[in-house]
């Protein structure tokens, strides 16, 4: 079952703050109370949302999207960052950048994988015999 685009747009901005935060990034008050009325904007007024959004027009009227994919502002800035270092052409830069992050993940699922141990024992221990 789809969602209303109301409750895609409220899930949306959440990573904004609310919807009204959208008006720093150009988009008008009476198009966000419309949208939070239930009513479905122009064709050129839902495509500048879904743009700010971070999703396809697609993705903002039915709510079939990647919660991985949509940024808050923030998570915007640096994965800009990133996409600038990599795209650049200083290649100690790249390969710096590159195996930091893979340093980082590796950690993160180390991590992952002890506490995800430390549950398994700690189970087993409450299993009655």
């Not at 999703?55 to 800009?80: A, F, H, R, W």
């Not at 790249?94 to 993940?105: A, C, G, M, Q, S």
């Not at 430390?118 to 009655?128: D, I």
Request: charged letters at 35%; a positive charge.
């Amino acid at each position: 079952m789809h969602k209303s685009l109301k409750d895609n747009f409220l899930e949306l901005t959440k990573k904004f703050g609310k919807p009204y935060s959208l008006r720093a990034k150009g988009i008008k008050t009476g198009i966000i109370n419309s949208i939070l009325k239930g009513c479905i904007p122009k064709l050129n007024e839902a495509y500048e949302v879904a743009k700010v959004l971070g999703v396809t027009m697609e993705e903002l009227l039915t709510g079939n999207y990647d919660e991985k994919k949509i940024y808050s502002p923030e998570e915007q800035k640096y994965v800009d960052k990133l996409i600038d270092i990599l795209r650049n052409n200083d290649n100690s830069k790249i390969t710096t950048t590159k195996n930091f992050l893979d340093f980082i993940k590796r950690d993160v699922w180390k991590d992952s994988l002890k506490k995800t141990k430390h549950h398994e024992v700690n189970l087993k221990k409450t299993k009655p015999a």
